[in-house]
């Protein structure tokens, strides 16, 4: 019995090796304007995983409005701290800062915590641009010497 299944399994493998061609996928164009789209925002989107601190959450009627007064408060309070508003339905979320690790996103929720009550949560972040640097060659190492 055990023969048989070896010489069965061994001449299936055979045949699959012995199938050789080409595939020609036929699909809508529109498909691949998809995706080379979705590549194109990607590359544009320069997001990591990082931490940020939600101040709020608001739901209901005005709910919308609640959280948009409370960003504009907190941009008055903090301009150097970017603020957000993300809609989770049911419920308006306001979140603030773009921190790297949980330590710093925490330091900044002690320092306003006798202002705004909130908590760390886990997001995607926009991380500050790497500074600039400019290299001027160096007279002593020119090579003119």
Not at 49 to 65: D, E, H, L
Not at 105 to 111: E, G, P, T
Not at 123 to 131: R, T
């Amino acid at each position: 019995m055990k023969r048989l299944v070896l010489l069965a399994l061994a001449g299936l493998c055979m045949t699959a090796a012995a199938q050789q061609g080409r595939l020609t996928v036929v699909g809508d164009t529109k498909a691949g304007q998809m995706v080379e789209k979705h590549v194109e925002l990607a590359s544009r989107t320069r997001t990591v995983q990082g931490y940020r601190v939600q101040i709020a959450s608001f739901s209901g009627t005005g709910g919308k409005q609640s959280a948009f007064n409370l960003r504009d408060r907190f941009r008055a309070d903090y301009p150097s701290v970017q603020a957000y508003i993300v809609f989770d339905e049911p419920n308006f979320k306001v979140k603030v800062g773009d921190f790297r690790t949980r330590l710093e996103a925490y330091a900044f929720m002690q320092q306003i915590k006798d202002v705004y009550k909130g908590y760390l949560v886990k997001d995607f972040i926009n991380p500050e641009p790497p500074e600039q640097q400019e290299f001027a060659p160096d007279d002593e190492q020119s090579g003119d010497e």
